[in-house]
C-alpha cells in the first residue's frame, strides 16, 4: 500500500490550501484515513480523522478552519485548510488504517508553510 500526498506549499497568514492524498494498492476501503502535522522534533500530531461513514475528528487549534473528507471509491482524502497561521506550518502526513488487520500506513510527507 502507498500513500501519496500533494497539494502543500507556502502561502500567506489568511490564504488556503488543500491537500490530496490517494492510496494505492489496496481494494477495500479504510477504517480511518487522516491527517497528521509534525515539526522538526516533535512528536506527530493529528489534525484531522474520518471514518468511511463521515465521523470525523478535529485537532481543537484547527477545527472551524480545516475540513476533511474523503472519497471511499477512489481511497482518497482530503483536506482543506482556510484561514492559515503560521503556527499551521509543519509537515503534513496521511495516515491510513485498513479493517482487520493489526497495521497502519503513512504517507511521504508534504510541506506546509504560511508567512505572516
Known amino acids: 500500500v502507498e500513500l501519496v500526498e500533494s497539494g502543500g506549499g507556502s502561502v500567506q497568514a489568511g490564504g488556503s490550501l488543500r491537500l490530496s492524498c490517494v492510496a494505492s494498492?489496496?481494494?477495500?476501503?479504510?477504517?480511518?484515513m487522516a491527517w497528521y502535522r509534525q515539526a522538526p522534533g516533535d512528536k506527530r500530531d493529528l489534525v484531522a480523522m474520518?471514518?468511511?461513514?463521515?465521523?470525523?475528528d478535529y485537532a481543537d487549534s484547527v477545527k472551524g478552519r480545516f475540513t476533511i473528507s474523503r472519497d471511499n471509491a477512489k481511497n482518497a482524502v482530503y483536506l482543506q485548510m482556510n484561514d492559515l497561521r503560521p503556527e499551521d506550518t509543519d509537515v503534513y502526513y496521511c495516515h491510513a488504517e485498513p479493517f482487520g488487520l493489526p497495521v497502519y500506513y503513512w504517507g511521504q510527507g508534504t510541506q506546509v508553510t504560511v508567512s505572516s
Open positions: 474520518m471514518t468511511p461513514g463521515g465521523v470525523t
Open positions: 494498492g489496496m481494494t477495500d476501503s479504510f477504517k480511518i
